[in-house]
């Protein structure tokens, strides 16, 4: 039996085949678009920013972002349009995360596998001194 859900927009009930939201929500989604196509392929429209479309259009700026960040509008047909950061929420036009966030996080990651690579260190060669006093010892105990 297919999955049966709540559409996560509106609540009702509903098979999940292809679309994770039901058929009403989706007609709904689809005549936004629609909107927002119409209105951006006027070429006075063609560098109107996110803000300006949804001013000019009505339709709810994450739908206008969701479908930059689907590909559903060509970014670069569109070069004001955009989404934001996921992070920060600076606005951008691909990926999940903008350039300074993406720095930042490569360079903590970097950070915390040095100290990993620092404490492994430190381990072994905590490990080499007591192997060394060990074998000392042993020697030590072997000429007696």
Same mark, same amino acid.
């Given at each position: 039996m297919?999955?049966?859900? +709540?559409?996560? !927009?509106?609540?009702?009930?509903?098979? !999940?085949?292809?679309? #994770?939201i039901?058929? +009403?929500?989706?007609?709904?989604?689809?005549?936004?678009y629609? !909107?927002?196509?119409?209105?951006?392929?006027?070429?006075?429209?063609?560098?109107?920013?996110?803000?300006?479309?949804?001013?000019?259009?009505?339709? #709810?700026l994450?739908?206008?972002?969701?479908?930059?960040?689907?590909g559903?509008?060509?970014?670069?047909?569109?070069? +004001?349009?955009?989404? #934001?950061?996921?992070?920060?929420?600076?606005?951008?036009?691909?990926?999940?995360?903008?350039? +300074?966030?993406?720095?930042?996080?490569?360079?903590?990651?970097?950070?915390?596998?040095?100290?990993?690579?620092?404490?492994?260190?430190?381990?072994?060669?905590?490990?080499?001194?007591?192997?060394?006093?060990?074998?000392?010892?042993?020697?030590?105990?072997k000429?007696?």
């Amino acid at each position: 039996m297919k999955d049966v859900m +709540n559409c996560p !927009k509106c609540g009702k009930i509903f098979v !999940k085949a292809f679309r #994770p939201i039901c058929p +009403n929500c989706y007609r709904e989604e689809e005549a936004h678009y629609e !909107k927002v196509s119409t209105f951006l392929r006027k070429k006075q429209n063609r560098m109107a920013s996110v803000q300006e479309v949804h001013a000019k259009t009505d339709v #709810p700026l994450e739908l206008i972002h969701q479908f930059v960040r689907e590909g559903r509008i060509m970014r670069s047909q569109f070069p +004001n349009l955009g989404y #934001p950061c996921e992070s920060c929420g600076t606005t951008i036009q691909q990926g999940r995360v903008c350039n +300074n966030c993406r720095d930042h996080i490569s360079s903590g990651l970097e950070e915390i596998e040095r100290d990993q690579q620092l404490k492994e260190k430190i381990r072994d060669n905590e490990q080499e001194r007591i192997y060394t006093y060990t074998t000392l010892q042993d020697r030590i105990n072997k000429k007696d």
